[in-house]
């Protein structure tokens, strides 16, 4: 702190090296436990910085995010909220409805609503956002998209398939042709896509959407990368229940060999326990029982290394 006053008294209030010390000595009353403390240093840190940078300045808006993770991880929902929808209406304000500082605050403060399970209020927020960006931004911006896709997750969360579906298609699309078909943000919506698919029973867009992608993936980012894991995984599910059990079966095999290989602590039981268990129901199903039970063990064994228990992970 005596080094923050002496800054302030050398340089001004609203020098880079002042407005520094205010965020260093939050920091180091956070790492010394002082935690009410360094809110409060936070906060003070944050309005310095609003006054000296404005509200669009990069280190800012860190600031507001940190404060506001901060609250949000230590269950004070209340504070973190008020904190969002003071910025937000203050960049309203000074910037605008559809700046890109407002509507990105628009968005988290849509995503801190939608954890606290207040459903309807989230979608709206997230419904303006996109708007919003549509109508300054078009529908190719990459902002556009990530908006688009976060809108369609929470009404995929919510039982909307049908928009859910239609919104993930229209950002697929719309990556496609502006990234390319092997761009990773392509490749993300593609795999979205058909996920959302398949969970809504769709099983044959959901395989001409994944099957043509899970060789892309293998080529573009290697059979071991946890996309392709995932897209050969969620072919697996739909040969299975499409009745095509020796299909899923070389699919469910594919995904354990990767991960029994790459299983080398206990963050990456749970994925071999997920692969242990489907390949075992897999042969189980097919009334190969004495090889599906080495299977059954390892998931149980995995389950147990990740400290879960096995009680009806797949539903």
């Not at 000595?25 to 809110?39: C, D, H, P, R, T």
């Not at 910085?49 to 609250?71: K, N, P, Q, R």
């Not at 490749?187 to 899970?214: F, Q």
């Not at 390949?279 to 004495?290: E, P, T």
Request: some cysteine.
């Amino acid at each position: 702190e005596e080094l923050q006053n002496g800054r302030e008294a050398l340089n001004g209030a609203n020098h880079e090296l002042t407005l520094k010390s205010f965020v260093t000595l939050a920091s180091l009353l956070a790492a010394s436990g002082k935690f009410e403390e360094a809110e409060k240093a936070h906060q003070k840190a944050l309005k310095r910085h609003e006054d000296a940078l404005g509200l669009d300045h990069v280190t800012t808006m860190e600031l507001t995010y940190s404060l506001v993770e901060y609250f949000a991880n230590n269950g004070n929902v209340t504070e973190a909220e008020k904190l969002l929808r003071g910025s937000l209406q203050a960049c309203e304000n000074q910037l605008g409805a559809n700046s890109a500082v407002t509507l990105g605050y628009v968005e988290d403060l849509a995503i801190l609503l939608e954890k606290d399970g207040r459903v309807l209020e989230s979608e709206m927020l997230f419904r303006r956002a996109l708007a919003g960006r549509r109508k300054t931004l078009g529908e190719t911006h990459e902002d556009t998209h990530r908006s688009t896709s976060n809108l369609a997750l929470l009404l995929d969360r919510q039982g909307h398939s049908s928009e859910a579906v239609r919104l993930y298609s229209q950002a697929q699309a719309s990556r496609m042709k502006v990234l390319g078909e092997d761009d990773p943000k392509t490749l993300e919506s593609t795999l979205t896509l058909g996920v959302c698919l398949a969970d809504n029973g769709r099983m044959d867009e959901a395989e001409a959407c994944l099957a043509p992608l899970k060789d892309r993936l293998e080529k573009v980012q290697g059979p071991h990368h946890e996309w392709a894991l995932a897209c050969t995984e969620k072919l697996g599910d739909i040969f299975k229940n499409t009745g095509r059990i020796g299909l899923a079966e070389a699919n469910f095999r594919q995904v354990y060999e990767v991960r029994e290989r790459h299983c080398e602590d206990h963050s990456q039981a749970l994925n071999l326990a997920s692969a242990s268990y489907n390949l075992a129901i897999c042969l189980a199903q097919q009334g190969r029982d004495a090889a599906a039970e080495p299977f059954y063990r390892k998931a149980v064994e995995a389950y147990s290394a990740a400290g879960d228990v096995l009680d009806e992970p797949y539903k």
